[in-house]
């Protein structure tokens, strides 16, 4: 990976941002830090049932973010000016990641959404250097916050 960010690392950057602002796209991620709450696979199918909008959504963001980590993990934009821009895709595999090896496991494919879990895991590491208590207070937020319907 190279040292310093350059200007493709900005322009993909902000090319990414472009996407957030989409309004499809916006109305899915509010959604999703809101209200998507999902204890179990079992609870997840009951609140996210396939061919809902939810689950559109669900897809949406999670596919979002998993191919914004993989930009980053492919070296296309610098880890340190992601981190630096957005820790949205971290609270995202907060709330979904114990969803994911079961999904995974039915799914036959063990590969899904492991860029999305390899940067969160980068980017605990690097906030830990940083910012020590602020990822746990964040965690302590999302977990206090009940889901809205």
Do not use: C
């Not at 830090?33 to 609140?47: W, Y």
């Not at 070296?75 to 090896?101: A, C, D, R, S």
């Amino acid at each position: 990976m190279r040292e310093h960010p350059d200007h493709h690392d900005a322009d993909l950057l902000l090319r990414l941002y472009d996407l957030r602002r989409e309004a499809k796209l916006r109305e899915a991620r509010e959604w999703f830090v809101q209200k998507f709450h999902a204890d179990s696979p079992e609870d997840f199918a009951v609140q996210v049932p396939r061919g809902t909008k939810e689950h559109a959504y669900y897809r949406m963001v999670s596919g979002y973010w998993d191919m914004a980590a993989s930009l980053v993990h492919h070296g296309l934009i610098n880890e340190e000016l992601f981190f630096e821009n957005t820790g949205e895709f971290w609270v995202v595999w907060q709330k979904m990641k114990h969803l994911v090896p079961p999904t995974r496991q039915a799914l036959k494919n063990p590969l899904m959404l492991k860029s999305l879990e390899g940067l969160s895991e980068k980017y605990e590491k690097w906030m830990s250097l940083r910012a020590p208590e602020a990822l746990e207070a964040l965690r302590a937020l999302l977990i206090s916050r009940p889901p809205q319907k």
